[in-house]
């Protein structure tokens, strides 16, 4: 079953304007990772945040994490077109040998 | 940076038939690679985790004797889909785990069953 849910499920958005995606889920986790996935492509890891972090950064990439809210969020800002993908959340559990567990995923739109 | 490949990129088959799909790190080991199954419009759903030298481990809900996986080098796993069927239709997709934990994907395979 899929442990994250993510909102909004779609998101459009004009180009310089900044994009926040949510991400929740249920149990305690080691980490949490962000992935972009342009429509019918692979994977790109855009960011891991560990259980003891609460923020990171990586270029226009700003996550959050929030373990009593068991919640993450991830901030792309001064968006551009190339930006547009859909976006998931990935948790690593304890114990769980490295799997990811995916979110539903939200699917950005950079208007240029 | 580590990468991982997939073959075919696509393929499409008639109902009935099996389908082999093969996952590669092509510059690290892995022990452990994973498959994932995508629907259109939706998330990654876990299938099975591979270990090399052992069973596969199968998610709830997913028949190991339809999705046959093997995983006999520290550098290949292949999923076989046998018996597909038009519902089998969907986006599969591999991992391979480095010894960072870092995990790196395929590029996916398009699996079509007419």
């Known amino acids: 079953s899929q442990q994250g849910e993510e909102d909004p499920q779609a998101l459009s958005i004009q180009e310089g304007e900044n994009a926040t995606m949510n991400c929740s889920y249920k149990t305690s986790i080691n980490n949490l990772q962000w992935y972009r996935q342009n429509s019918g492509r692979g994977l790109v890891h855009l960011i891991l945040i560990r259980s003891n972090e609460r923020e990171k950064h990586s270029g226009r990439l700003r996550v959050t994490l929030d373990t009593s809210k068991k919640s993450s969020s991830l901030l792309i800002t001064a968006s551009r077109a190339a930006d547009t993908a859909s976006y998931f959340c990935?948790?690593?559990?304890?114990?769980?040998?490295?799997?990811?567990?995916f979110g539903q995923g939200t699917e950005l739109s950079v208007k240029p | 940076g580590a990468v991982v490949s997939q073959h075919p990129s696509w393929v499409i088959c008639k109902s009935g038939t099996s389908v082999k799909i093969e996952c590669r790190s092509l510059d690290f080991q892995a022990t452990t690679m994973f498959w994932y199954r995508q629907f259109p419009k939706q998330s990654l759903m876990l299938m099975a985790t591979?270990?090399?030298?052992?069973?596969?481990?199968?998610e709830q809900g997913v028949e190991k004797d339809k999705f046959l996986i093997n995983h006999a080098s520290l550098t290949l796993s292949t999923l076989t889909v046998t018996s597909a069927h038009p519902e089998d239709s969907s986006f599969y997709i591999c991992?391979?785990?480095?010894?960072?934990?870092?995990?790196?994907f395929g590029p996916g395979t398009r699996l079509t069953v007419t």
């Open positions: 990935a948790t690593v559990l304890d114990n769980q040998g490295g799997k990811l567990i």
């Open positions: 591979s270990n090399e030298g052992s069973k596969a481990t199968y």
């Open positions: 991992s391979a785990l480095a010894e960072t934990y870092e995990q790196y």
